[in-house]
């Protein structure tokens, strides 16, 4: 069964930190791009950060760039994502997305066809 | 960064009815880089549609999504139940975004 698995989340005092992970299992872990989409309480989803499946491409929301890094170990199955310098209004839940590729006819196209089921986190003092 | 806006924000039909969902976007979109998602409550998002107008693995042929340039649209023929939701469209690229939701509720 393909399937994602967040961890880490919890409650963080602003300027705190925090490492969300997301277990993958179920397909090839190496050969597919990973996103990071969270979703404020009653609010709709937010893109957060993209990384290539071979780590070599980066992009963040503007709302996160410079306090996030996102990161990936294939060999674990495994992605990261390190949250500093977190505020108020980074309290969300937060998922981890496959993006899955679609061949039709000579053509690709790319939606995030996994998710998992998210891991919250509340920064608060 | 390209905004998307979709309307209405909730729409009240009843089963058995169409559904018609709109995004437009603030600058042109490629439709090979249009999705569409259905989240019911305390679930993640579920994959609808991609490229604008292709249907997911499982995804019902009532559901069916059209557009190009700046204007999509969501379509269901014929609403069933389970199908009231909310639903999101999203733009991928470099910088994805996601519309702000409309919401399918029961008349």
């Known amino acids: 069964e393909v399937q994602l698995v967040e961890s880490g989340g919890g409650l963080v005092q602003p300027g705190g930190s925090l490492r969300l992970s997301c277990a993958a299992s179920?397909?090839?872990?190496?050969?597919?791009?990973m996103n990071w989409v969270r979703q404020a309480p009653g609010k709709g989803l937010e893109w957060v950060s993209y990384?290539?499946?071979?780590?070599?491409?980066?992009y963040y929301a503007d709302s996160v760039k410079g306090r996030f890094t996102i990161s990936r170990d294939n060999a674990k199955n495994s992605l990261y994502l390190q949250m500093n310098s977190l505020r108020a209004e980074d309290t969300a839940l937060y998922y981890c997305?496959?993006?899955?590729?679609?061949?039709?006819?000579?053509?690709?196209?790319?939606?995030?066809?996994?998710w998992g089921q998210g891991t919250t986190v509340t920064v608060s003092s | 960064e390209i905004v998307l806006t979709q309307s209405p924000g909730t729409l009240s039909l009843s089963p058995g009815e169409r559904a018609t969902l709109s995004c437009r976007a603030s600058?042109?979109?490629?439709?090979?880089?249009l999705a569409w998602y259905q989240q019911k409550p305390g679930q993640a998002p579920r994959l609808l549609i991609y490229?604008?107008?292709s249907r997911a693995t499982g995804i019902p042929d009532s559901f069916s999504g059209s557009g190009s340039g700046t204007d999509f649209t969501l379509t269901i023929s014929r609403l069933e139940p389970e199908d009231f939701a909310v639903y999101y469209c999203?733009?991928?690229?470099?910088?994805?975004?996601f519309g702000q939701g409309t919401k399918l509720e029961i008349k």
């Open positions: 997305a496959r993006e899955g590729f679609f061949k039709i006819g000579p053509s690709y196209y790319y939606a995030m066809d996994v």
């Open positions: 179920g397909f090839t872990f190496s050969t597919y791009t």
């Open positions: 990384i290539s499946s071979s780590s070599s491409t980066f």
């Open positions: 600058q042109s979109v490629s439709s090979s880089s």
């Open positions: 490229g604008a107008s």
């Open positions: 999203q733009q991928y690229g470099s910088s994805s975004t």
